[in-house]
């Protein structure tokens, strides 16, 4: 199965901040991974797809990146509403695998 | 807009069964893969299985066996039949459409139906 790694578990930030997020995959997924946001008590909400595609209405603030087995979802201006907890998924493989999460909270 | 609703949960005891029900509205359900996948505070988030439009399915390697998919077109429901149920399994369940075919991301989830396994 493939691991995928996500850093760091836990980030305070404050509003207007630019934050990345970065989720390592434990071998190629040709850039087929998807982030995800959750709030508390929700389902999660697609963000990005195809490591950098944004999901029809998310805020272009939120941006996607890729180099190798390395993914980053960066925020490029933090806003109250982005303040939740972070998942990364690869679907190159069966069975699909999510990063254990990130944490974002307001420092 | 697409709306899937998740039912069936609750409290089950060690070594018992369930069936999860979700209801989908929006789109055309026949044409998209659907999925199930679970979440624990202790695992986090865990993909289940999948079954795809034609009935053909997927599952988690140490899932195989004791739960099974299964969809009703006519009716836009998919199922998930749980056996052998142990605490190890007490998790929110979640069903998620396909974004896209051959590109098994989740563009619609539904709220989330607690199972939760305890005698």
């Known amino acids: 199965d493939i691991q995928m790694t996500q850093s760091p578990s836990t980030l305070s930030a404050s509003v207007g901040d630019r934050v990345t997020i970065t989720c390592r995959a434990s071998q190629s997924i040709s850039n087929l991974l998807a982030w995800y946001q959750q709030k508390p008590g929700k389902a999660p909400k697609l963000l990005i797809y195809k490591a950098s595609s944004l999901e029809s209405g998310v805020p272009s603030r939120f941006s996607g990146g890729a180099s190798g087995t390395e993914f980053t979802l960066t925020i490029s201006s933090l806003q109250p509403d982005d303040f939740a907890t972070y998942y990364c998924q690869q679907y190159n493989s069966a069975p699909y695998t999510f990063g254990q999460g990130t944490n974002l909270e307001i420092k | 807009q697409v709306q899937l609703v998740e039912s069936g949960g609750g409290v089950v005891q060690p070594g018992g069964s369930l069936r999860l029900s979700c209801v989908a509205s929006g789109f055309s359900f026949s044409d998209f893969t659907m999925h199930w996948v679970r979440q624990t505070p202790d695992k986090g988030l865990e993909w289940v299985g999948f079954m795809r439009s034609d009935g053909s399915n997927y599952y988690v390697q140490y899932l195989r066996g004791r739960f099974t998919i299964s969809r009703d077109n006519s009716k836009n429901m998919m199922y998930l039949h749980m056996n052998s149920l142990s605490a190890d399994d007490t998790a929110v369940y979640y069903c998620?459409?396909?974004?896209?075919?051959?590109?098994?991301?989740?563009?619609?989830w539904g709220q989330g139906t607690l199972l939760t396994v305890s005698s």
């Open positions: 998620a459409k396909q974004g896209a075919a051959s590109a098994p991301y989740f563009d619609s």
